[in-house]
């Protein structure tokens, strides 16, 4: 049994906000990100043929090509993170195993995000590559930074500490949301751009210098391995040892897929069903589909961070479990809310249980995460956690893709969204019946092999997957 890592100590006032703050710029990034310059680029650069791959048409709508643009970025944020993540955890330097990985990601993030904008002079396929870029280097950065939670932070504090990022998580998107709001009804993309650039490079120094690591460079040196059990290791847990946290992937992923879902077509919702424009909203004119998306996200980011703060300590308090079901079920109340009613005034009330879920889902996942995982392999097991993240960033673009090819949403609009929205409830009542399979304990740390059991979580998520198939197989028959 190892002993308590020795840099994990009590958190106070300002520990918190320097732990947080590159929370928040990666928060700001990918919300102005992805759901507004990728929505508004995608749609402006979309070529009125449609997109042709060797000589075919794979996409003439914008909800297909969307799904385009996020799919394979989102692949490769999904093994980046973990990846990234676990070298981090045996990297010697003077400066510490994760500062130096979040200093590099966020200069090479800074380039890509540059070209992302000048993708506008250069058309829907260069879009296509910065993104993935993008996606990549953001998380050669993030993958390492949320190793810092176990690292630094007490068992007692855990639930406080992912309260705070959470809170971190709704101020970015809050911030995302009015300043790109301002920034595209002005149609000042380049501007927008320049802002987020500051806000991820002040976000990435407050954490490098503020937030000091202990130097790593006299610690023992890793195992020498060959280079292929190095890679097999980075991306492989050992499921037989921790089955809680294999159930809890799969609960976040199913949770996080409704969630994101609504937010990746609430702005075509508003454009294609509500055609809010010109919009009397108590007193203020909304003049587009933008400037509507732009008060919904206010709305929905603010109960999410009251929901955050309360939830970090209630789950210190009643445990993790409960407050994550109650937050599946405001998601599904949200989702049906979009399905049911038309009206914008009604909607931004009623997605106040988006934001509810939200908060408190962010808060007390990362919380029960950080307690179902070894210490000793944190930010491996920190960027394996995100891969729910990824994928349900990577896979619910897939579906409303299959939905909009059946319905076409330029016929049929409300049936189209509607579709999607329904599948959004159905993925958080999933995610709240796989919780039910998870036991809430706190995980000793323990020290693994690096090889130990290779392969033993993809194993078992590809049959936990194989068997759901073949039980929706049954159902469709």
């Given at each position: ?97 994760r500062v130096p ?220 479990k409960p407050l ?114 998870v036991n809430e ?37």
């Amino acid at each position: 049994m190892a002993k308590a890592n020795p840099a994990a100590h009590k958190m106070r006032g300002l520990d918190y906000l320097w732990f947080c703050a590159y929370q928040f710029a990666f928060t700001v990034l990918w919300g102005a990100i992805g759901q507004f310059i990728i929505p508004n680029l995608n749609e402006r650069l979309l070529p009125a043929e449609g997109l042709r791959l060797f000589g075919l048409t794979v996409a003439d709508n914008k909800l297909t090509a969307l799904g385009w643009i996020t799919f394979p970025g989102l692949i490769i944020a999904a093994f980046a993170q973990p990846m990234f993540g676990a070298i981090s955890d045996g990297w010697r330097s003077k400066v510490g195993k994760r500062v130096p990985f979040v200093f590099i990601g966020t200069t090479l993030t800074l380039i890509s995000v540059l070209g992302l904008t000048l993708s506008v002079l250069l058309g829907w396929w260069w879009l296509l590559f910065f993104y993935g870029l993008t996606q990549l280097f953001s998380n050669v950065a993030f993958g390492p930074y949320h190793g810092l939670l176990p690292d630094r932070v007490l068992a007692e504090d855990r639930g406080k500490a992912s309260g705070a990022l959470g809170a971190a998580q709704m101020f970015g998107q809050i911030g995302s949301a009015i300043y790109m709001g301002i920034s595209l009804s002005r149609n000042d993309l380049a501007g927008a751009s320049l802002g987020v650039i500051i806000i991820v490079a002040l976000g990435g120094l407050v954490n490098i210098l503020l937030l000091r690591e202990q130097a790593t460079d006299q610690l023992p040196p890793s195992p020498r391995i060959s280079f292929g059990q190095r890679l097999t290791s980075i991306v492989s847990i050992n499921a037989k040892r921790y089955p809680d946290f294999v159930w809890l992937l799969i609960a976040r992923l199913f949770s996080l897929m409704g969630f994101t879902t609504i937010t990746t077509y609430a702005l075509y919702y508003i454009q294609d069903v509500i055609k809010l424009k010109n919009y009397n909203f108590f007193g203020l004119i909304l003049p587009d589909a933008n400037a509507g998306y732009t008060i919904i996200q206010v709305i929905v980011i603010s109960f999410s961070f009251i929901s955050a703060i309360i939830s970090g300590f209630l789950t210190d308090r009643y445990g993790r479990k409960p407050l994550i079901a109650l937050s599946g079920v405001f998601g599904i109340l949200g989702a049906l809310a979009l399905v049911f009613f038309r009206d914008f005034t009604l909607l931004t009330i009623l997605s106040t249980f988006t934001g509810l879920f939200f908060g408190m889902f962010t808060a007390v996942d990362w919380a029960m995460v950080t307690d179902l995982i070894p210490r000793s392999q944190a930010g491996k097991y920190m960027g394996v956690s995100n891969l729910a993240t990824a994928g349900a960033q990577a896979l619910s673009p897939v579906f409303g893709t299959v939905i909009a090819s059946i319905l076409n949403p330029n016929l049929n609009p409300v049936a189209t969204y509607s579709a999607i929205m329904v599948g959004a409830a159905i993925y958080y009542l999933i995610g709240i019946l796989l919780l039910t399979k998870v036991n809430e304990k706190k995980v000793e740390d323990e020290i693994e092999g690096e090889f130990q059991a290779a392969l033993a979580w993809p194993l078992m998520l590809f049959r936990k997957l194989l068997r759901y198939c073949k039980i929706a197989a049954l159902v469709i028959q």
